[in-house]
């Protein structure tokens, strides 16, 4: 198999469906794509009815080409990380890793439009965000739940409006920001740097105002990315949480039990906003992005300090600070319903508190005058009970 012929691949797949963010290349498969959310075949010429080892090989190889560093993280750790071009039509993160002795290749579309805060209708919260001289700024959810574009676009508007140098660790790099206003020096794992630890640890040494990480992994970057935080540099990341709560366990995880106080108390110093982000299917098509959104308070910082009671948690916090630009995510939930873009089984699939969002529903519903679901939820609980799957 021929790099023309991988291009051809690629080429059909990405325009096979519309609104194609993944491309699937796996053993016993046909080709498939993720087409708002969900995998479809794709056709090509001569047909291809399941991938057989040796076409899944070849693929793989032909993307890694020479690079010795990633035929070595692949025969050693199972996987490797890299990009790869399209010539000038698309960009691709892609990752090719080891199943059952086969070789599987997921390419992640990039967009090569950077994204703005406007653009993406993204809340005013995040112009405050880029407006912060220091401190921490966190995203998280889980892969594939846009962490990178909202940190685009909060960049992008860094870009526009502040002439600051900023230094970007990525793996890889997937949007690619011009010189505007801000210098922008940005940096890819394997390529220019070893490991985000290492990254960082230069980072310090470069002058910048804002760095990105790509991603806390481990203890080491997060210990660097604090006293980054602490030094006067505007830090973002993204962690693979599920909300706020979390976040701040998992980064109290990453130390040793004897560290924690100290922890918690450079946490209190340097965090300034904690965003969780989950994509839910739209009506119509496609899918639109639910927000959580924590941003540093007396309440939060008391919360981190000396941890959550049954009483004081973040939920109930980041649930009543909305003049604080807070929201949780069964509030957006309730939002993005009441404007239509989501169904209630999309709300109840996706939410955090299912009695909250019940509540929020049946009262939205009877503003419009629609029937609620009270009495149909406690005769189905009643039931559930009866049959035993409360215990």
């Keep these: 198999m021929k790099k023309t012929e991988i291009d051809y691949w690629i080429t059909a797949m990405l325009e096979s469906h519309p609104n194609v963010s ?13 087409s708002a959310g969900k995998l479809v075949p794709v056709s090509v010429q001569p047909p291809v009815t399941e991938l057989t080892p040796f076409q899944t090989e070849t693929f793989a190889l032909n993307l890694i080409g020479n690079n010795r560093r990633l035929l070595r993280d692949l025969l050693e750790n199972g996987s490797c990380d890299m990009s790869y071009s399209l010539g000038d039509r698309a960009r691709f993160r892609v990752n090719i890793f080891t199943q059952k002795g086969y070789y599987t290749t997921i390419l992640r579309k990039l967009e090569t439009r950077v994204p703005s805060i406007e653009s993406m209708q993204f809340p005013d919260a995040f112009g405050k965000m880029a407006a912060e001289l220091n401190g921490l700024v966190l995203f998280t959810g889980a892969t594939g ?17 502040r002439p ?3 230094v970007t660790l990525e793996d890889p790099i997937e949007y690619v920001h011009r010189q505007r206003n801000a210098t922008f020096n940005q940096r890819e794992l394997g390529n220019d740097f070893s490991t985000f630890a290492t990254g960082m640890r230069a980072a310090l040494r470069q002058a910048p105002k804002v760095i990105l990480v790509g991603e806390m992994r481990d203890r ?21 949480t599920i909300d706020a709560g979390q976040t701040i366990n998992r980064i ?6 004897e560290e924690q106080p100290q922890i918690r108390h450079r946490l209190v110093d340097t965090i300034r906003w904690v965003v969780g982000q989950r994509l839910l299917p739209k009506v119509g098509g496609g899918r639109v992005a639910a927000m959580e959104i924590l941003r540093t308070s007396l309440r939060i910082k008391d919360l981190i300090l000396n941890g959550a ?12 600070g909305a003049t604080l630009d807070m929201r949780t995510f069964d509030q957006d939930i309730l ?22 969002v019940t509540r929020g529903l049946d009262r939205l519903k009877a503003e419009r005058g629609e029937s609620t679901s009270t009495l149909g939820g406690l005769k189905m609980e009643e039931e559930e009970e009866e049959q035993g799957f409360f215990r």
Excluded: P, W
Aim: charged content about 20%.
């Design 22 to 34: 993944d491309l699937n290349v796996t053993v016993g498969k046909t080709l498939q794509v993720e």
């Design 145 to 161: 739940s846009g962490k990178t574009t909202s940190l685009a676009a909060l960049l992008d508007r860094i870009n526009n409006t």
């Design 164 to 166: 600051v140098h900023v």
């Design 220 to 240: 080491d970057t997060m210990e660097i990315g604090l006293t980054a935080a602490e030094t006067g540099h505007l830090v973002f990341s993204t962690l693979h």
């Design 252 to 257: 109290l995880g990453m130390f040793e039990q």
């Design 309 to 320: 009671s049954e009483e004081k948690t973040f939920y109930n916090i980041i649930k009543e």
């Design 335 to 356: 939002q993005l319903y009441s404007r239509g873009l989501i169904t209630e089984e999309t709300a109840l699939t996706y939410c955090s508190q299912r009695n909250e």
